[in-house]
């Protein structure tokens, strides 16, 4: 079973930045996609991004595109959000998931039901 634990969360004005960390147990980390997805007030969860197990492929939602860097670092276990000028509409929770770590599966690297594994979630508030 894999734990997540976010981080980094918080109160940010308008055009500030966050970096959001997602620390990840168990030996499997470098096998698996990770992703970020977020989470406001009377709205569905949504993806924001992902990357693939080496690290060299980023997929972003288009809202974040040239906002928001995604990354990690196998070494520790981490994934990160780097997230420069914010939006009101940015505040959410912010969750960090990370799928099985198989060779293959047709289930979309945006799609929730890709990821069994998710941190318990990060607040980013952004004032106007």
């Known amino acids: 079973q894999v734990q997540l634990v976010e981080s980094g969360g918080g109160l940010v004005q308008a055009g500030g930045s966050l970096r959001l960390a997602c620390l990840a147990s168990g030996s499997n980390f470098n096998r698996q996609m990770m992703a970020w997805f977020r989470q406001a007030p009377g709205k569905e969860r949504e993806f924001v991004a992902a990357?693939?197990?080496?690290?060299?492929?980023?997929f972003y939602e288009d809202f974040v595109k040239g906002r928001f860097t995604i990354s990690r670092d196998n070494a520790k276990n981490t994934m990160y959000l780097q997230m420069n000028s914010l939006k009101p509409e940015d505040t959410a929770i912010y969750y960090c998931?990370?799928?099985?770590?198989?060779?293959?599966?047709?289930?979309?690297?945006?799609?929730?039901?890709?990821?069994?594994?998710w941190g318990q979630g990060t607040q980013v508030t952004v004032s106007s």
């Open positions: 990357i693939t197990a080496s690290g060299t492929s980023p």
């Open positions: 998931a990370a799928d099985r770590g198989v060779t293959y599966t047709s289930t979309p690297y945006y799609a929730q039901s890709r990821y069994p594994n």
